[in-house]
């Protein structure tokens, strides 16, 4: 599965919180394509990776750590 922006649209208002556009493009950008492992697998995350990712992501970002570049 990659992230759609429906997806974490959906997921944002399930949650009920709200977060800067380009946060949720660094989002996007993170995981809305597919992965390739360095022998040239294509990995996909699983909805519950996706979900579980996020949340980490976000809490980060509301705890003050304000990007995702360390995942």
Avoid: C, W
């Avoid at 909805?47 to 976000?58: F, G, H, P, Y």
């Amino acid at each position: 599965m990659i992230l759609k922006k429906e997806d974490l649209e959906q997921y944002l208002k399930n949650m009920r919180i709200s977060i800067p556009e380009i946060f949720a493009r660094e989002l996007l950008e993170q995981y809305g394509q597919s992965v390739t492992d360095d022998e040239g697998h294509v990995f996909e995350y699983s909805k519950q990776d996706i979900s579980e990712q996020l949340r980490k992501a976000i809490q980060q970002y509301f705890e003050g750590e304000n990007r995702i570049s360390s995942f």
